[in-house]
């Protein structure tokens, strides 16, 4: 009988063992802006490959819209394990890794065939693992494109801008961007920031063109100006601990369908970008100003001196295979 006992036991045991092994992985994808946009429909493409791809073995979840987790706790919550991917703005790691402040200088790239050229290169990929120590795994850069300026009133020119109170995410350079045009950089929440430039408690900030258009920030700023100067992409990260704990062949594949979809978000970004700066023109509530060469180089000559401020954060070298990948 106790033999039998012994028997049925272990039995029970491999057959809890064999249910516990046959549970999915779960994947908790954080972020905080709307579905439509480049980011989000990211997390979207991400998820229905994963579950494609690895049927039964992996199932992602995707909370839009800071409904889980919002701009100040997401990377917490990645580090306790309470979500195993998020995606936020590159401006969001300083405290992480200082050199990836490089993404916050103001009119450092030329253009976004720059970014990506900077960003498949070997600096862009070593930043990308310099915070394994620290149990975070970057997964790859998620572009969402060059920022504008928007305001309660017309900037065309850098002293336009000065005793505004702009909206800034929590960036030591993004504050002292502001700070040498002579404005008042706020630290605002993304989800915040539609009813700070209703209610006049930032008078303006800087986005990209999705980002207005999925926020209706266009609605509550009568200018915005093209100045392409700086950008707001993303770093797709999660917790190394999990990461690394993942059979290989779930790793290796999610690795691969990492890279599909984002060669997808960052074409996707592009067009979406083009085709909501035409939403806002065509909206008529905001006036959208064209700066000359000449105009750009005045705002650049403004901010120059953020990047001496930061340049032994940064790294010279990088700084330089930066302003190296403009002329390619």
């Known amino acids: 009988m106790k033999n039998l006992r012994m028997i049925f036991a272990a039995i029970g045991f491999l057959a809890i063992g064999h249910a516990y092994a046959s549970e999915p992985i779960s994947i908790k994808f954080s972020h905080v802006v709307a579905d439509n946009t480049p980011k989000g429909s990211g997390a979207l493409l991400f998820k229905k490959l994963a579950e494609e791809r690895l049927p039964g073995k992996v199932k992602v979840e995707v909370y839009a819209n800071s409904s889980l987790f919002g701009d100040g706790k997401e990377m917490e919550a990645l580090l306790m394990g309470d979500v195993q991917m998020i995606a936020p703005s590159l401006a969001k790691f300083e405290h992480y890794s200082k050199p990836i402040q490089i993404y916050d200088l103001p009119f450092l790239f030329d253009d976004m065939e720059a970014v990506e050229r900077f960003q498949t290169g070997p600096v862009g990929k070593e930043l990308l693992v310099s915070m394994e120590d620290k149990g975070i795994t970057g997964l790859g850069y998620w572009h969402n494109g060059l920022k504008q300026l928007s305001a309660n009133k017309a900037l065309h020119s850098p002293k336009d801008a000065r005793g505004l109170k702009f909206?800034?995410?929590?960036?030591?350079?993004?504050?002292?961007?502001?700070?040498?045009?002579?404005?008042?950089?706020?630290?605002?929440?993304?989800?915040?920031?539609?009813?700070?430039?209703?209610?006049?408690?930032?008078?303006?900030?800087?986005?990209?063109?999705?980002?207005?258009?999925?926020?209706?920030?266009?609605?509550?700023?009568?200018?915005?100006?093209?100045?392409?100067?700086?950008?707001?992409?993303?770093?797709?990260?999660?917790?190394?601990?999990?990461?690394?704990?993942?059979?290989?062949?779930?790793?290796?594949?999610?690795?691969?369908?990492?890279?599909?979809?984002?060669?997808?978000?960052?074409?996707?970004?592009?067009?979406?970008?083009?085709?909501?700066?035409?939403?806002?023109?065509?909206?008529?509530?905001?006036?959208?100003?064209?700066?000359?060469?000449?105009?750009?180089?005045?705002?650049?000559?403004?901010?120059?001196?953020?990047?001496?401020?930061?340049?032994?954060?940064?790294?010279?070298?990088?700084?330089?295979?930066?302003?190296?990948?403009?002329?390619?």
Do not use: C
């Open 167 to 328: 909206r800034v995410q929590a960036s030591a350079v993004l504050d002292e961007q502001f700070k040498a045009l002579r404005a008042n950089p706020r630290k605002m929440s993304f989800g915040e920031v539609y009813q700070g430039l209703q209610t006049g408690v930032v008078n303006g900030t800087e986005n990209t063109w999705s980002n207005y258009f999925s926020q209706k920030a266009y609605e509550v700023q009568p200018y915005m100006t093209e100045s392409n100067h700086g950008l707001i992409d993303y770093m797709v990260i999660t917790n190394t601990k999990f990461w690394n704990g993942l059979p290989t062949d779930v790793r290796t594949e999610l690795s691969s369908i990492m890279e599909e979809v984002t060669v997808a978000v960052n074409l996707h970004a592009a067009q979406m970008n083009e085709r909501d700066k035409q939403a806002i023109l065509d909206s008529g509530k905001t006036k959208i100003i064209t700066l000359t060469k000449e105009q750009r180089e005045q705002w650049r000559d403004q901010v120059k001196p953020v990047w001496k401020k930061f340049e032994k954060e940064i790294g010279v070298e990088r700084i330089q295979a930066a302003q190296a990948a403009n002329q390619e």
